[in-house]
């Protein structure tokens, strides 16, 4: 009931300020609530869909559903590069609380490149910055990073070139490793395959 109150609260906020700002816009009702639904989803900000809209050669009239596509594109891309610089920083980052706000950037971005349409486990990760205890932080951190990479193995494109590297890698050892230890290091092989193709840093604030 929570996000559908939100969900209805961004609608109108979207609504009025690209009104207040483009008079060629009109809402199409239904045919834009998948429109409004989705960038809700991306944790997309109205504030940046009037920054995407502007300066654009825009249809004489045009609803949500015309520009959808358009502001995701600039959404992805403007992400992209906030996850780079994040990424950058991130390493010499001594403030615990910063570097969960730069880790949640990198994986927002990540999320976005392989096109998961829902970001709300990233929500998980923005509410350890309401934990005092730093070991306790350090502790959630381990158990959401294996969530987020069982979510990255059943979404990313190149989940299944990463288990085939594994296998591959894994066959010299299948006659005598006993099949618990195959099981856990093929799944760190994965794991570590889709860290270093996607760019992802220590899940850490120590």
Known sequence: ?????????????????????????????????????EWYSLGIPPSFILFALDGENLPRRF????????????????SKEEARKALITLKEERIPYV?????????????LDIGVEDLSILNKLN????????????????????EFFRLLEKKAPVSKKCKELAEKRLMPYKFYWKEKVINVTRNALIKRCLKETYGIPDFTIL
């Open 63 to 78: 609803s949500l559903k015309d520009v959808r596509e358009l502001v995701k594109k600039k959404f992805k891309r403007y």
């Open 127 to 146: 509410k350890l910055k309401d934990l005092e205890d730093i070991k306790k932080i350090e502790k959630e951190l381990i158990s959401f990073e294996e």
């Open 1 to 37: 009931m929570d996000r559908e109150k939100d969900l209805e609260k961004y609608a109108q906020e979207i609504t009025t300020l690209i009104k207040d700002t483009f008079p060629s816009f009109f809402f199409s009702g239904s045919n834009d609530t998948p429109t409004l639904r």
């Open 99 to 111: 570097r969960i706000d730069k880790l949640y950037t990198v994986l927002k971005s990540v999320l």
